[in-house]
C-alpha cells in the first residue's frame, strides 16, 4: 500500500511538472528554424491547391495541421509578390506574424 501511495504521488509529481514545464515554454520559447514555413504552406495546399511553397517534404501532416485554418477568416492576398515568386521564408513571416 506504501508502494503504490509511493507511485501514485512521484506520478503526480512528474505530470505537474511536465504540465508546468511545457506552459513555461510557450511563453519563453519561439518556433524553431523551420516550424514557420509549415502551417502556411499547408494552408496554401489546402485552400488553393498550390504546392509552390515547401516541396521539399510531404505535405499530409502540414494540411492536417493547417485545416482549422480553413474554418477562421484567413486572409491571404494572392498578388503578393512574396506568394507569387514563392518565397517561402518571407511569406510564411507575413503569414503568421
Request: aromatic share 10%.
Amino acid at each position: 500500500m506504501i508502494r503504490d501511495r509511493t507511485q501514485r504521488l512521484l506520478l503526480a509529481t512528474g505530470v505537474v511538472l511536465y504540465a508546468a514545464l511545457a506552459i513555461g515554454s510557450l511563453r519563453l520559447e519561439s518556433a524553431t528554424f523551420d516550424e514557420t514555413k509549415h502551417l502556411p504552406a499547408g494552408y496554401t495546399f489546402l485552400a488553393l491547391g498550390d504546392y509552390r511553397l515547401d516541396t521539399d517534404n510531404p505535405a499530409l501532416a502540414r494540411m492536417i495541421a493547417a485545416a482549422p485554418l480553413l474554418l477562421t477568416d484567413v486572409r491571404m492576398d494572392p498578388a503578393d509578390p512574396t506568394w507569387r515568386e514563392g518565397q517561402v521564408w518571407r511569406f510564411a513571416h507575413q503569414f503568421l506574424y
